[in-house]
């Protein structure tokens, strides 16, 4: 069974800092990896898509990685701002897939002024 | 923002009683999805749909049902909600299954 791990589970940074967010999972036999946004009552936003084929994808300040052998992405934002504020969710799919997605539990980012 | 409706967006009803949950798309898309949030659980599956009238059982399926009679529309229903049947409910499209999944606002739903 597929499990995702997220760590940290929450991160406070100043504004303007870069960083780093992590998302492991035990089975490397993926079709490809999501990040999300969520905002406080809201729902999913997509951020980036990475197939399984894939080292990387990028969207603006927003960078993710994806080795599947190892079984881990990063989620890397440059230059915080406070708006990025949010919890930051990856899922895959995997398996007899259709699409399912498996979700880890997610990392709330706090950036303050 | 996706063209995925969710209906209602807030509900609260008493144990035992039904209720149904609507997620409506204007993409035409194929794979529809109901998931759960629960704090300590994140997301998880109840049910997908692949097509019309095909549908497929997730991981926290008990005491959910869903329907689809049109490609637009996905029904979930609890045939006799419990108390842990509380939760936000999201729906999710895409469309095929190794595409950008896209996700409504949320059903909050509580059971008294």
């Known amino acids: 069974k597929q499990e995702v791990t997220q760590i940290p589970a929450a991160l406070s940074v100043p504004e303007g800092e870069n960083l780093v967010l992590n998302c492991s999972f035990t089975d490397s036999a993926i079709y490809n990896l999501q990040w999300f946004r969520q905002d406080p009552g809201k729902g999913l936003t997509s951020l980036l898509l990475i197939q399984s084929s894939q080292r990387e994808q990028t969207s603006g300040r927003l960078n993710a990685s994806l080795d599947k052998s190892s079984g881990r992405s990063t989620l890397y934002i440059a230059a915080s701002q406070p708006g990025d504020s949010a919890t930051y969710l990856c899922?895959?799919?995997?398996?007899?897939?259709?699409?399912?997605?498996?979700f880890g539990q997610g990392t709330i980012l706090t950036v303050h002024p | 923002d996706a063209g995925i409706t969710q209906s209602p967006r807030h509900k609260v009803t008493e144990t035992g009683t039904p209720v149904t949950l609507r997620c409506h798309q204007t993409e035409n898309h194929r794979y529809m999805y109901w998931y759960r949030q629960d704090p300590g659980h994140g997301l998880r599956l109840i049910h997908y749909?692949?097509?019309?009238?095909?549908?497929d059982k997730g991981e926290v399926s008990d005491g959910y049902s869903v329907s689809r009679s049109k490609t637009e529309d996905f029904l979930l229903t609890l045939e006799s909600a419990t108390s842990s049947q509380t939760s936000v409910y999201f729906c999710?499209?895409?469309?095929?299954?190794?595409?950008?999944?896209?996700f409504g606002q949320g059903t909050r739903l509580t059971v008294v």
């Open positions: 749909s692949y097509g019309v009238k095909d549908t």
């Open positions: 999710a499209i895409r469309p095929g299954q190794n595409t950008e999944a896209f």
């Open positions: 899922a895959v799919s995997s398996g007899t897939s259709y699409g399912k997605l498996t």
